[in-house]
């Protein structure tokens, strides 16, 4: 819930007026602070005056990805770097990473929004929670994290890899819900199967998002695990996990709208879009210091409703996603563009930019073969020089993704040519 002064749910003109307040600040902040945001203001002709609450928020340019590339790594800061007492990082859409910051209070904030995600979903103190999302630069471990401490439930940092190990300790710890991937989940889910292990587990509930999954998926892992199953959505740049959760009622994710201020716009004109229109999300945060963001396009596709939920909460909801409007895709949790994959192709010799990327879903796992053209020459060659080829490029693609592939090269001229948009990629994965 979004409390008032009286401690009661508040009323939308109440979270409006508290958002119009934070916007002001929020503005006046990054004009004063951020150069690039002062530049960005000013060339659209705005002042921070123009800005007098959330009905002005149009006059505002968007920001996007490449604007946190532009200003690479910390430009976009609005504190000094001795406030920062953190940084994420997620995949930028070529080289760089697109890089975040927190002050203390960011913190704070964050793992107040994720306690209140983990309430929606019943944890609370005296639960255990493992977390199964990657720790480091991903925000999704040191999130879930901070935010089930914040809640005063006894946490398993116990990140990504070993699911016998994360089993075991499940079983030995007593643990009683799980902050991971769905698919992940899945994957456990089945592996307590086969091991005929599921009757010795305590688990009541989950919190799973980072990638996108359907209602059909969600009640499979309710009815498999025995357990309620909840839906998380955040990103890097406007903060990590718990910017929406879902409630007891799964009928959209609830925004933490004192802090994040959402918008739907048409991705191609990039006009506001009215309540239930389905077009892209944009977010202005409220309360941000280390990296406040005017109107980010975060590029999922979703619309938001104001009706009050049968839960009582009066925070506007987002439906779950229908997609992205860019071409990003989300491998195993982590954000990958085709453009990385070229950017890294590129680099090496030998090589050709003709590659397609086959994404496929074996055991809930998500695996990538990427194929790549190599010059005729390496198959004249011994096939040693064909394999070392093979591997470098592996390494050198795990290095700017993150995340493991299978290469496979092929003769040039192999694969499919386009006349128009080329097509990078083969996605195979089955969302149930
Ligand atoms: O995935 C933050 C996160 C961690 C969210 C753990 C939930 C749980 P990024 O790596 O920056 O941050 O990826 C953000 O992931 O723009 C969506 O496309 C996608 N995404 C995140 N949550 C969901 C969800 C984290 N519940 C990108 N459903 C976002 C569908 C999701 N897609």
């Not at 306690?115 to 480091?136: F, K, L, P, S």
């Amino acid at each position: 819930m979004i409390w008032n002064e009286s401690k009661e749910c508040m009323s939308r003109d109440e979270l409006m007026n508290l958002q119009s307040k934070r916007l002001v600040k929020t503005v006046d902040r990054v004009y004063h602070n951020v150069e690039y945001y002062r530049k960005k203001m000013q060339s659209v002709g705005i002042e921070p005056g123009d800005i007098r609450g959330v009905e002005d928020i149009h006059k505002l340019p968007y920001t996007t990805k490449d604007d946190l590339r532009d200003t690479y790594p910390f430009g976009l800061f609005a504190t000094p770097m001795s406030e920062i007492v953190r940084v994420h990082a997620s995949s930028g859409t070529t080289g760089k990473a697109t890089v975040v910051g927190y002050t203390r209070r960011d913190i704070e904030i964050w793992s107040e929004c994720v306690a209140r995600a983990m309430t929606m979903a019943g944890i609370g103190r005296g639960d255990v929670v493992q977390v199964a999302y990657g720790y480091g630069l991903f925000t999704g471990g040191l999130g879930a994290h901070y935010g089930a401490e914040h809640l005063g439930a006894t946490v398993v940092p116990q990140s990504t890899g070993n699911t016998k190990k994360l089993i075991t300790m499940m079983i030995d710890f007593g643990v009683t819900a799980i902050a991971c991937t769905p698919s992940y989940l899945l994957h456990i889910a089945e592996t307590l199967e086969n091991e005929n292990l599921l009757g010795q587990i305590k688990l009541k509930s989950a919190v799973c998002g980072a990638e996108p999954w359907t209602e059909a998926m969600r009640l499979q892992i309710e009815d498999r695990l025995h357990i309620k199953a909840h839906d998380i959505y955040g990103l890097s740049e406007v903060m990590g996990p718990g910017v929406a959760c879902d409630c007891e009622f799964h009928q959209g994710l609830h925004i933490a709208e004192d802090h994040f201020y959402p918008e739907i716009i048409d991705p191609e004109t990039l006009e506001p879009l009215d309540a239930n229109q389905p077009g892209e999300l944009v977010f202005t945060t409220l309360t941000k210091e280390g990296l406040p963001l005017l109107r980010y396009r975060t590029k999922d596709l979703t619309s938001i409703s104001y009706d009050k939920c049968e839960c009582g909460r009066t925070s506007a909801r987002i439906s779950r996603f229908k997609g992205r409007s860019d071409d990003m895709l989300i491998i195993r949790g982590v954000n990958v563009f085709p453009s990385q994959i070229e950017a890294a192709l590129l680099e090496m010799s030998g090589t050709t930019p003709h590659y397609m990327m086959i994404v496929d879903r074996t055991n809930n796992l998500d695996t990538l073969e990427v194929q790549v053209e190599v010059e005729e020459r390496f198959f004249s060659d011994e096939i040693r020089e064909l394999e070392n080829l093979s591997k470098q490029i592996a390494r050198t693609i795990q290095m700017a993704i993150g995340l493991a592939v299978k290469v496979k090269l092929v003769e040039p001229k192999t694969l499919e040519r386009f006349e128009g948009k080329s097509k990078h990629v083969i996605d195979n994965r089955k969302l149930i």
